[in-house]
């Protein structure tokens, strides 16, 4: 594994003699805090686009669709086509729609979420029911209801496949932290005796995915992000280069409690801009 540093000075080149021609990278801690730009972000986006370099933003964000989240993006400053955005959501129904590929049934599916979720699996060709279904698929939604959530456990007992977008216990808040995916998966495990499978990070299919998207090669591929736990060890398994920023959840004194390391440690992803 490459040895933890700063940014490479500009031309350098990052893995295997090989210069990172795409781009994945979180939201929330990596461009934006509490809907509000970090510094250098801005920048950065703006130096993809220049230099023509493939890029998405990924999230575990099952809640809002990419068109959503372009939106809020926007109002914060950050430019970001619908395209360049990858949810938990879409992942989930990707790797749903390649389990039933080629077979006249299994498209049929009950969901708790909102529309990031339902809005996905509807343009990946499922039918959403609580009628006999394929699938339980567990999004995010802050209005969990404990009889969406008992249909669900009936349906889990009764053969459904049960499916979590991501594993996040809890969800951010003005108020403070929320219940989320994770923790009503665990509710309905206990109850079913069944663990989902898990879509989005840490889980490499998310990366995995979204490479595709974009036509992307874990050689030329980096991943930024402000978590060890989620983002720095899904790109590590996933085979890609590894940025870890300090200007969200992981500081750098926490580093070292992780049996693994990023390639490199940045302040913000300001100190990316003149390495691209």
């Not at 049929?108 to 990946?124: Q, S, V």
Request: glycine share 8%; hydrophobic share 40%.
């Amino acid at each position: 594994m490459a040895k933890t540093s700063a940014a490479p000075k500009s031309g350098a080149r990052y893995r295997n003699g090989h210069e990172i021609e795409c781009w994945l990278t979180d939201m929330d801690g990596v461009l934006v805090h509490e809907n509000q730009a970090i510094p250098g972000a801005a920048e950065l986006i703006q130096r993809w686009v220049d230099t023509s370099k493939r890029f998405l933003v990924l999230t575990n964000n099952s809640i809002f669709t990419p068109r959503d989240l372009a939106a809020r993006l926007s109002s914060s400053g950050l430019e970001v086509p619908e395209e360049n955005i990858w949810t938990s959501a879409l992942a989930t129904a990707q790797f749903l729609k390649d389990q039933v590929e080629g077979s006249d049934s299994g498209n049929r599916a009950y969901t708790i979420g909102e529309a990031g979720l339902t809005t996905a699996l509807h343009e990946a060709g499922f039918i959403l029911t609580d009628q006999n279904p394929d699938f339980v698929v567990l999004g995010e939604t802050r209005t969990y209801s404990f009889e969406a959530i008992t249909t669900a456990v009936r349906l889990i007992l009764g053969g459904a496949r049960f499916i979590a977008t991501n594993p996040d216990a809890t969800g951010p808040s003005k108020e403070g932290p929320l219940p989320a995916t994770g923790a009503i998966a665990a509710m309905i495990s206990k109850a079913t005796g069944r663990e989902p499978y898990i879509v989005g990070k840490p889980n490499p299919m998310m990366f995995r995915s979204a490479m595709n998207r974009i036509d992307a090669h874990s050689e030329t591929t980096a991943m930024i992000g402000d978590r060890m736990d989620t983002d720095i060890v899904a790109g590590m398994e996933a085979g890609l280069h590894t940025v870890l920023v300090l200007s969200g959840i992981t500081q750098r004194e926490e580093i070292g409690a992780f049996p693994f390391r990023p390639n490199q440690v940045l302040t913000s992803v300001a100190e990316l801009k003149d390495q691209i």
